[in-house]
Nanobody, 119 residues
Framework: QVRLVESGGGLVQAGGSLRLSCAAP???????????MEWHRQAPEKERELVAT???????DYAASVKGRFTISRDNSRKIVWLQMNNLKPEDTGVYYC??????????WGQGTQVTVSS
């Protein structure tokens, strides 16, 4: 089981910013650079949704609701993916998960990090 490790969540006022980090475990260091990485989120009583993706070639894609406010990036040498979130809104509240489809373990997730945006 591959377990990604998210951090950086917290409580912020509307209009504020947070930067989430996702660290890859040592078991996937050798393949990290070829993995497409994703951030998902799950709001209370809602389905988990895809927020942002970054391909191995650094092509990015975003959900319409966050486009222009969120930026996904990666550092292959440090095996880290970030999600910079600006101009946060109360509807951005939820648990944010990092995910990747790994060769050894298939779809892998982290434990999630809570983001709460107050109005």
């Amino acid at each position: 089981q591959v377990r990604l490790v998210e951090s950086g969540g917290g409580l912020v006022q509307a209009g504020g910013s947070l930067r989430l980090s996702c660290a890859a475990p040592r078991s996937i260091f050798s393949t990290f650079s070829v993995l497409d990485m994703e951030w998902h989120r799950q709001a209370p009583e809602k389905e988990r949704e895809l927020v942002a993706t970054i391909s191995s070639g650094r092509t990015t894609d975003y959900a319409a609701s966050v486009k222009g406010r969120f930026t996904i990036s990666r550092d292959n040498s440090r095996k880290i993916v970030w999600l910079q979130m600006n101009n946060l809104k109360p509807e951005d509240t939820g648990v944010y998960y990092c995910s990747a489809n790994t060769p050894s373990s298939g779809r892998s997730w982290g434990q999630g990090t809570q983001v709460t945006v107050s109005s």
